[in-house]
């Protein structure tokens, strides 16, 4: 008996414990970000900014009006990616390259 009463015990725990998890991540969760401020007069250093997360960090900000100092192990290709992405349209902040290996 007590064993049947000590299993019915921890189901029911993991089944509010399930309940719990199902509102606070599923439920609960904004659909959306939130809009970014602009960063007009903000100068932001980011490393590796050359390909992936960071290129993508850096667009943001560039578009947002950031003054980006990126260090990267090929500053010319990684400058004329940026020159070429952002002529197309106005954007309110500048890139700048510099070389940069931590090996």
Known sequence: KWFLHNIWFKICLNIIGGMYVIK?????RPRSLPPYSSQRGKTILITG????????????????????????????IVKKKF???????SVGGSVEVYHLDLM
């Open 83 to 89: 020159d070429d992405i952002f002529k197309d349209y």
């Open 49 to 76: 900014g050359g390909r992936g997360i960071g290129e993508e960090a850096v667009k943001k900000f560039v578009r947002l009006g950031a003054r980006v100092i990126m260090g990267c192990r090929s500053p010319d």
């Open 24 to 28: 606070e991540q599923i439920l609960s």
